[in-house]
């Protein structure tokens, strides 16, 4: 029988051991998280937009002429017009947009994934037109 100062040697050495597999475990953890968010955050920089969509999106929105103002709120755009009567509500959604909501002359739908894109395009073409 092991005298008890062998015993908690013993004992001491195994939590010893566990621990650094432990520490060892943490540390691949965190690399590996590490790894992962950087491939995120460099595949969301290479994303090419296809503007061709935001053309459609500007027809449907009544042309140029009929825009007076837009917004960016997060993933929703606020769109001003001139007359209600040239936007198409159908087609916005058809287009990618959701939760179309209109209050006077004022549009608001949610454009997710590509909402700042369209906004800067929509903003781009506005500035355009002004020159």
């Known amino acids: 029988m092991p005298m008890p100062e062998a015993r908690t040697i013993l004992l001491a050495g195994t939590l010893l051991s566990n621990l650094w597999w432990i520490i060892l475990g943490v540390l691949a953890v965190?690399?590996?998280?590490?790894?992962?968010?950087?491939?995120?955050?460099?595949?969301?920089?290479?994303?090419?937009?296809?503007?061709?969509?935001?053309?459609?999106?500007?027809?449907v929105l009544g042309g140029i002429d009929n825009i007076v103002e837009v917004?960016?709120?997060?993933?929703?755009?606020?769109?001003?017009?001139?007359?209600?009567?040239?936007?198409e509500y159908a087609a916005l959604k058809e287009h990618g947009a959701s939760g179309v909501f209109v209050s006077g002359k004022t549009l608001k739908f949610l454009y997710p994934g590509h909402a700042k894109e369209l906004y800067e395009h929509l903003q781009a073409r506005r500035k355009e037109k002004q020159q």
């Open 30 to 59: 965190i690399f590996v998280v590490a790894y992962v968010a950087s491939l995120i955050r460099k595949g969301k920089k290479d994303v090419v937009v296809d503007t061709g969509g935001f053309e459609e999106m500007l027809v």
């Open 71 to 87: 917004e960016l709120e997060g993933t929703r755009i606020k769109v001003k017009v001139k007359e209600l009567k040239k936007c």
